[in-house]
């Protein structure tokens, strides 16, 4: 739960918006509150596997192009 600062009306923490008197709520974590399900530092770890992967191939694709791109040339010639 979480309070709206407007009109100190108790809502759910997933609401954006105050049911009570409407106002937006700041994009700032509850300070008494746990912090948001799933997205904790358990969540990162795929992370520290994917981004190698993603730059290995990503220098993969660019050295297969430069090949290609040096192949045709040479073919032309
Ligand atoms: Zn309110």
Redesign the pocket.
Same mark, same amino acid.
């Given at each position: 739960m979480k309070k #709206?600062p !407007? #009109?100190n009306?108790m809502l759910d923490d997933e609401v954006i918006f #105050?049911s !009570? #008197?409407g106002?937006r709520f700041p994009d700032m974590p509850d300070p008494s509150g746990k912090p948001p399900k799933g997205s904790s530092k358990k969540g990162l770890k795929w992370l520290f596997i994917v981004i190698p992967v993603i730059v290995l191939l990503a220098a993969a694709g660019v050295i297969t192009v430069l090949v290609l791109k040096g192949s045709n040339k040479s073919a032309k010639l």
């Open positions: #709206c !407007n #009109c009306a #105050c !009570n #008197c106002s």
